[in-house]
């Protein structure tokens, strides 16, 4: 436990507390003196930006050009405003997580913490953090229990159970590592694992806060209404895949409320979480966030957008400003019982990873693509696909890392639908230079073709 971060993170939680009683105009005021000294740093450290912003300097923000995570990646060592960093040190890094499993709540070289994406959208996003941009993603994620109204302290610890993915490169097993202490004992559970192991862990844990993805919770909520998972957490928190109501009323009716749902992405950490009337309220004291049409036009409130950029107002080390990402989401006014001035999001209808209904030996088996995560992550390049076809499954792969094949590829993942439970079934693996894309522009982990399940 690093107690200097613990203690930063306790601070920031208490210092924002005072920033749910701000107005519009405050929180308008907030975001233009962070903007302002966001591209100041970005100006002064990045050579990426000074040129990307060419010609921009004192523009306002809707007239920037976006930022691709791809941008992002090939430009990465001149993004970064920090010059003993570098992008193929970071990646050693994080392999060597993988190889070698560590504590991954552990600073590298003691300054730095780095997490990577899955590649969702394409290219798989490396981003790395310093300890006060740390601290900052930790308070964000922890202000999700203060807004949901959960609270902890040193004569009541928030023991958290978090059911997602153990790849110790992704974001959640960072934080994780990071809060885990005598305030927030904290259980982490592999998506991918068997649901009774999963569930005796939960039974002997007894958590105040389940986390997890939606497709993880559900089955979850069943176990508890068969009676065999016997819990009673104070709040329920649904993160990483959209919620349909289809699923939140089955969590309610498990655990007795309606769960939270947070909005939340690697690159930005907290973006958005619900309030204890379940009106989910945007952190726009940390993000600036702009839903924009197809020729990036930002849209109306009560519009969806088919992309989303975000700004990060207190991103330093790699800045984000104006970086897209594939989500569709729509916002709505101000206004709300608990009091606070922040935007609402209506509705977020991306950012849905994709559940496999495969034959199994006892039955159909719903595979998470976590289940392909260690195998896939490592092999690909710039990022994977699984389309399910009737003849089986077609694994696209943009890009192949070094010592890799696409056979050695084909049997990874046919050992890992073994491991999960699955019948035999084909799987071709395909060297292709694009990943296929929704309407929206978006590449999921797995897409099953019309009238597949």
């Known amino acids: 436990m690093d107690l200097r971060l613990v203690s930063h993170v306790l601070f920031l939680r208490a210092a924002w507390r005072k920033r749910d009683r701000w107005?519009?105009?405050?929180?308008?005021?907030?975001?233009?003196e962070a903007l302002k000294e966001l591209r100041q740093a970005a100006y002064a450290g990045s050579e990426f930006y000074r040129r990307h912003h060419a010609g921009l300097h004192d523009?306002?923000?809707?007239?920037?050009?976006?930022?691709?995570?791809?941008?992002?990646?090939?430009?990465?060592?001149?993004?970064?405003?920090?010059?003993?960093?570098?992008?193929?040190?970071?990646?050693?890094?994080?392999?060597?997580?993988?190889?070698?499993?560590?504590?991954?709540?552990?600073p590298w070289k003691g300054r730095w913490w780095a997490a990577a994406t899955a590649g969702t959208t394409g290219r798989r996003g490396t981003f790395v953090w310093n300890r006060a941009e740390w601290a900052t993603i930790l308070a964000s994620y922890a202000r999700a229990n203060d807004w949901a109204g959960i609270s902890a302290g040193l004569t009541r610890p928030l023991k958290v159970a978090l059911?997602?993915?153990r790849v110790p490169t992704h974001q959640s097993a960072v934080v994780g590592a990071s809060l885990r202490s005598r305030l927030v004992p904290t259980l982490r559970l592999d998506v991918t694992a068997a649901m009774?192991?999963?569930v005796a862990a939960l039974n002997k844990f007894q958590p105040r806060i389940l986390v997890g993805y939606a497709s993880a919770l559900k089955p979850l909520a069943a176990e508890q209404r068969a009676g065999r998972l016997h819990i009673a957490p104070q709040g329920?928190?649904?993160?990483?895949?959209?919620?349909?109501?289809?699923t939140a009323s089955e969590l309610q009716a498990a655990w007795g409320s309606a769960p939270f749902d947070v909005y939340a992405a690697t690159e930005t950490a907290g973006?958005?979480?619900?309030?204890?009337?379940?009106?989910?309220?945007?952190?726009?004291?940390?993000?600036?966030?702009?839903?924009?049409?197809q020729a990036g036009t930002p849209v109306p409130a009560g519009t969806t957008g088919a992309r989303l950029l975000v700004t990060v107002l207190f991103s330093r080390t790699l800045p984000l400003i104006r970086y897209e990402m594939s989500d569709t989401v729509k916002l709505g006014g101000r206004g709300c019982p608990c009091g606070r001035s922040f935007t609402l999001m209506e509705d977020i209808e991306g950012r849905i990873e994709d559940v496999l209904q495969l034959p199994g030996r006892t039955g159909t088996v719903n595979v998470h693509p976590i289940v392909f995560h260690h195998v896939l992550d490592q092999a690909a390049l710039a990022g994977w696909q699984i389309i399910q076809e009737?003849?089986?499954?077609?694994?696209l792969v943009n890009g192949l890392t070094p010592g890799n094949s696409l056979e050695m590829v084909r049997a990874g993942v046919a050992g890992a639908l073994t491991e999960a439970g699955?019948?035999?079934?084909?799987?071709?693996?395909?060297l292709v230079d694009r990943l296929e894309r929704t309407a929206l522009g978006k590449a999921p982990f797995v897409r099953a073709i019309k009238g597949q399940p």
């Open 271 to 293: 973006i958005a979480s619900p309030c204890i009337y379940r009106n989910r309220h945007v952190y726009e004291d940390l993000v600036i966030i702009e839903p924009v049409d």
């Open 59 to 106: 523009a306002p923000l809707d007239q920037l050009p976006p930022v691709t995570k791809a941008d992002l990646m090939e430009h990465f060592d001149e993004a970064i405003t920090t010059p003993d960093l570098r992008l193929a040190e970071l990646e050693e890094h994080l392999r060597s997580l993988i190889e070698s499993p560590g504590d991954p709540g552990r």
């Open 236 to 246: 329920v928190m649904s993160a990483s895949e959209v919620l349909s109501p289809h």
């Open 163 to 165: 059911v997602s993915s």
């Open 23 to 32: 107005d519009a105009a405050r929180i308008a005021a907030h975001q233009d």
């Open 196 to 198: 009774d192991e999963n």
């Open 422 to 430: 699955v019948m035999p079934t084909g799987v071709e693996v395909h």
């Open 390 to 395: 009737p003849s089986g499954l077609r694994v």
